[in-house]
């Protein structure tokens, strides 16, 4: 599987954002897709994940209520909608593909990233 995110950009606080993981090969809908994001001088953090059926997701208490992942599995893709950001999300976001979970390890495929920047 080959995951390219699109739709970072800069946004002041409190606006929105929408970003878009597009993937490659017949078997995307086998996997659950988690979102992860990494700010400057920081380790990964979780952001979110949905299940292979867009039946289950969950969220980090940091953005839960804020953010929102969505599927299209006849599609091969995968959203993020990020409401009411704030200074504090600004980081490189991933989407990333495999087992339903917090942990990135979980996770054997990456995209490249796509850099988010709130400012206040």
């Known amino acids: 599987v080959q995951l390219v995110e699109s739709g970072g950009g800069s946004v002041q606080a409190g606006g929105s954002l929408n970003l878009s993981c597009a993937a490659s090969g017949s078997t995307f809908s086998y996997y659950a897709m988690g979102w992860f994001r990494q700010a400057p001088g920081k380790g990964r953090e979780f952001v979110g994940t949905i299940s292979w059926s867009g039946g289950s997701t969950f969220y980090a208490d940091s953005v839960k209520g804020r953010f929102t992942i969505s599927r299209n599995n006849a599609k091969n893709t995968v959203s993020l909608q990020m409401n009411s950001l704030k200074p504090e999300d600004t980081a490189v976001y991933y989407c990333?593909?495999?087992?339903?979970?917090?942990?990135?390890?979980?996770?054997?495929?990456w995209g490249q990233g796509t850099q988010v920047t709130v400012s206040s």
């Open positions: 990333a593909a495999g087992a339903y979970g917090a942990d990135a390890a979980e996770y054997g495929y």
